[in-house]
Structures are given as C-alpha cells and as structure tokens.
C-alpha cells in the first residue's frame, strides 16, 4: 500500500507560480510511475503530467505544456508539481496518483490506470 499526501496548494494570483508537492509513504518510491491529475467543480478528474520511474521520461497535457514541470526526488520519496504563469482554468483540486511500473512502460494518462491516490490539494487562481 503506497499512501500519498499533496500539500502546497493556496490561493495565488492569474500569473503567479505555485509549487505543490507529493509525499509518498514508502521506501521504493522509485518502482512507481507517478501522475498529476485536477479536477474542477462540475468537470472529470483530467490528467496533467505525469513522470517515469527515473524522472527521465515526462508527458504533459497540452493545457499546461511549457506552464508546469513534473519531476521527482526518489531519496526524498516526493513529487513535485512546479506551475507558472497559472490562470484562473487552473483552479482545481490537484491529485498526485501513484502506479506501479517497469522501467520501459509507457506513461499514463487515464486516471484508471492508477493504483493509489492522495486526498488532493486545492488551487485556486483568481482573476
């Protein structure tokens, strides 16, 4: 059972830049895929970024492509979620999502095909 916690979430301005974070509860952090997902009130959870075991390996939506910036820090068991120039259709509920991967395996971009999930951080981007 891998347990995430996201924090950093807050209310910040259209343009700002917000870090959110994602900590994980076990020590072979590494042998998971990780994913960012939001969800908005009324909308589906959608996918945002998502990372390899390694770190090497990264895909974004195209609605945050050049905005935001996944990475990992396997020593420190956290996930990282950097995003700039925000704007108010950022403001959601950010998920950090855990799947358990081979080294090759393509990254996922549907929600099902997650394994674990954190209880969410708020954004909200004001105009």
């Known amino acids: 059972q891998v347990q995430l916690v996201e924090s950093g979430g807050g209310l910040v301005q259209a343009g700002d830049s917000l870090r959110v974070s994602c900590a994980a509860s076990?020590?072979?952090?590494?042998?998971?895929?990780l994913g960012w997902f939001r969800q908005a009130p009324g909308h589906e959870r959608e996918f945002v970024a998502a990372?390899?075991?390694?770190?090497?390996?990264?895909h974004y939506a195209d609605s945050v492509k050049g905005r935001f910036t996944i990475s990992r820090d396997n020593a420190k068991n956290t996930a990282y979620l950097q995003m700039s120039s925000l704007k108010p259709e950022d403001t959601a509920v950010y998920y950090c999502?855990?799947?358990?991967?081979?080294?090759?395996?393509?990254?996922?971009?549907?929600?099902?095909?997650?394994?674990?999930w954190g209880q969410g951080t708020q954004v909200t981007v004001s105009s």
């Open positions: 076990r020590h072979i952090f590494a042998n998971y895929a």
């Open positions: 999502a855990a799947k358990r991967a081979i080294l090759t395996a393509p990254l996922e971009v549907q929600a099902a095909s997650y394994d674990y």
């Open positions: 990372i390899s075991r390694g770190g090497g390996n990264t």
